[in-house]
């Protein structure tokens, strides 16, 4: 069973949002944008009592519940038959909410969508135990309800109602029950983490505590499950135990406690007559111990405690514990006649890219793709993978359909937050609409136009002498730099790769604004139609040499260093000199890049 949906109401920085799931999902975005909550929202959903206060409810406000609605897909034969009374076709939704009761205490129920009887409401809503009997008699009296059998028990009547309602589903309408999906200790099949296992893996975790082999470490619970119980139920462990309890019988047996038992009742009789004591040894019963586990990580052949490594084999190794863990726990369903497979294991990370340096990167967002694509053996037979990051290396043409853009959007109450929304588009709409193929599209996600997922802004132009040109405009023309207002200024190697991310970045929603050379004056015969495409892109009028600054984009007629000249210029500076000067500056006077370079030093000046 994969999650196909997670639908948020009012939990934390989300008001209500839908969240659509593939095999691998990577939420990309600004910072503060909601990437992680979502992530969150999942491990509050999957444990049944998860700590919360008020501040995890949207705007503080209790007055309403938190709601996570989780839609599964994809479910096998055998989960079809345990979900059989909640199913919706061929997928199954299961709603917690968060209520608070007061006090500082938080009600957490769980509810899904069921066939039921109208007339058994009432029945289920009661709260006493007699009461409900008597109405369930009253029902067996009627003639409808003749086929419903004696009930000595709530269990038994619950049962015998919901057989009722598989057996005349004409009878019954679709609504919603509350259930225990979670936290059902007495293994019940419709128990969600009996077939499906979340794994959420935050951004900080102390990797010495887990690998020490101590109470509540991660290490030592796998070893208690994995190894420490085998050598506990190992017979020559029980037989050394048992030699050992006789042994100790034996020895114990040597110190005789008749003297000390007959000298306490000389002192016990005087204090009280007729009293007497009598001193015994008890039967020893032993658990043999079993030996703690040393952990050493060996790296490039040296051997050296986790603690001592870089936090990227540290985190690497969480993550290898976590996954073993998580499997472990679900070792259970596997031998079972009903569930014969190890359970859907979901793993959430966040911030993979922590700690990696770019090449394991690129390493580390192959290994999630593959792990969700099935091409890792011995985790999970099934493993859907979830990650926000923010890494333009966690972001290419393979992954592009698993993209999804969470950013915040105003609602026009000052006293109320940006709600977070989600943008997503495919690359099979995105290939149709542009006539683009896959090739422009692999060549165009560099990691430097990536980066313009993650921005508020993006801001394209042709190349680094324009992008160097703007930073110095608004550094000095404004208090706050480029980079502080999440704006991200990015530079594609010359006018005709401008189209390619404008398309993109259009299909996502993203904010992107365009500035570029009309080139008036090379009057090149690919020019106007350049000009015209890219006007059409912007939803402008179309012409064939335009100009001037609007609303979401820019053109300089016939290049900005012909605009720059001119201002420079009318503020009466040496156009020239100043060129000489930025070129000595840059250490080669007839390099014609770094005149262009120079551009963002002569803009400073005319500032000035």
Known sequence: MYIKTIHIQRFRSIYDATLHCDSLTALVGANGSGKSTFLLALDVFYIAQYPLDKHDFYNGDTSEPISIAVTYGELSDAEQSAFKDFLDGETLTVTKRVD????????????????????????????????????????????????????RNKDERAAALTQWERDHPEECETTEAQHQFFGDRTGSLTSIDRWSKFLLIPAVRDAAADATDGKGSVISELIDMVVRQLLTDDPEIQTLQQEAETKLSEITQRADLTQLSHELNITMRQLTPNTSVSLGWANVKMRMPTPQ????????????????????????FIITLLQHLAMTNREGPETDAVTPHKPHLILAVEEPELFQHPSRQRHFATILADLA???????????????????????????????????????????????????????????????????????????VVNEGFFAHVTVL????????????????????????????????????????????????????????????????????????????LCNAPEEDWPEGVHENYAVFSPLMECVLQKEAEEHGLEWEALLQECSRHYWNSSAIAFKKISIGVISMDVER
């Open 100 to 151: 608070d009761t007061g006090n500082g205490k938080f009600g957490q129920t769980y509810f899904g969508f069921t066939k039921q009887h109208a007339a058994f409401k009432a029945l289920r809503d009661l709260a006493n135990e007699a009461e409900r009997t008597k109405c369930y008699n009253e029902l067996k009296s009627q003639a409808i309800y003749a086929d419903l059998p004696p009930a």
């Open 293 to 316: 586990v040393t952990i050493e990580i060996c790296e490039d052949d040296y051997p050296t405690h986790i603690s001592r490594t870089g936090h990227g084999v540290q985190r690497s």
């Open 373 to 447: 694509n099935g091409h890792i053996p011995g985790v999970a037979d099934k493993t859907q993978v979830m990650y926000c990051t923010h890494s333009p290396l966690f972001v290419d043409i393979d992954r592009f359909e698993n993209l999804r853009i969470i950013s915040k959007q105003a609602n026009g109450k000052p006293t109320i937050p940006k709600q977070t929304s989600i943008r997503a588009t495919t690359k099979g709409q995105l290939l149709l609409d542009t006539r683009l193929g896959h090739s422009d599209l692999s060549s165009t996600l560099t990691t």
């Open 461 to 536: 132009v042709e190349g680094e002498s324009d992008s160097a040109a703007l930073r110095s405009f608004i550094r000095h023309g404004s208090k706050d730099s480029v980079d502080s207002s999440g704006i991200s200024i990015i530079s594609v190697g010359g006018k005709p790769n401008l189209y390619k991310p404008l398309i993109i970045f259009n299909s996502f929603g993203i904010k992107t604004y365009l500035i570029y050379d009309n080139d008036s004056k090379k009057a090149a015969a690919s020019s106007p139609s350049l000009n015209r495409k890219l006007l059409r």
